[in-house]
């Protein structure tokens, strides 16, 4: 397909859509009835304009290229790129597309000028809007994590510290217990002392016994506190020892 074969197919598809837009919004002449062109553009028409100006901005580059090219063979015949039957063609191209053009700038730009502005406005709040939220979401995230943080430290610390007492209080309790029995065993072993110093005061007074028969009570007492001491002599005395009965 030819550069001007191209530019040609761009162009029907413009005056295709320059007809939408003529028909939807130039005024019908008919003044018993609303014309479309009063009612403010909808998101549709907005679209089929945004089409159109793209169309007559594409077109545009081949006219203006083809221009050229006429102005250089205009100056210059051995540089002309086209014959006289393509001249032609390329010229009509050139007028209806500056026909169009002349409409465009004239009528349908100054129709649609305000609503695109209003558009990109629009759009343009709409962006801010998005950034702004997703700039919200973002700090929200970070606050929620940081109090996640601080919950999550406070309650380790909480941990920590209820295990602290928890092992304190088994530590004391161990403590304690280890003391009770320390204590108990001290008990047993002062009894089995007192036991073997019975037993030993006992042996005592029945060896003496043995030996003198005929000793009285008052010898044996005095005997008691020479050789096993007051304190042995005093359990002697006040019937202490389990024994003391059977050997008096």
């Not at 197919?9 to 837009?21: N, Y």
């Amino acid at each position: 397909m030819t550069e001007f074969k191209k530019a040609e197919d761009l162009f029907d598809r413009l005056l295709q859509a320059h007809e939408t837009l003529v028909i939807n919004h130039l005024p019908k002449g008919n003044s018993n009835s609303s014309s479309r062109d009063e009612l403010p553009p909808s998101k549709e028409d907005l679209q089929q304009y945004n089409n159109f100006e793209n169309l007559i901005n594409q077109c545009g580059d081949y006219i203006l290229k083809f221009k050229k090219r006429l102005l250089d063979a205009s100056k210059n015949p051995d540089v002309a790129v086209y014959g006289p039957k393509m001249k032609t063609n390329v010229e009509g191209l050139i007028e209806r597309y500056e026909q169009v053009y002349e409409q465009y700038q004239d009528i349908i730009q100054p129709l649609f000028e305000h609503a695109v502005l209003e558009e990109k406005d629009r759009l343009r709040r709409e962006e801010e809007r998005r950034q702004k939220d997703k700039k919200d979401a973002i700090e929200k995230d970070v606050e929620q994590k940081a109090q996640w943080a601080a919950h999550f430290d406070k309650t380790r610390k909480e941990m920590e510290r209820a295990q602290q007492e928890r092992e304190a209080a088994e530590k004391e309790r161990a403590d304690a217990q280890d003391a009770e029995l320390i204590a108990k065993r001290r008990e047993e072993e002062i009894r089995i002392l007192s036991m073997d110093e019975d037993t030993k005061i006992c042996t005592s007074i029945r060896e003496m016994l043995e030996d003198n028969t005929s000793m009285t009570i008052a010898e044996l007492r005095m005997h008691l506190v020479h050789d096993l001491g007051p304190k042995s002599y005093l359990n002697v005395y006040h019937g202490n020892l389990g024994g003391w009965r059977k050997v008096a």
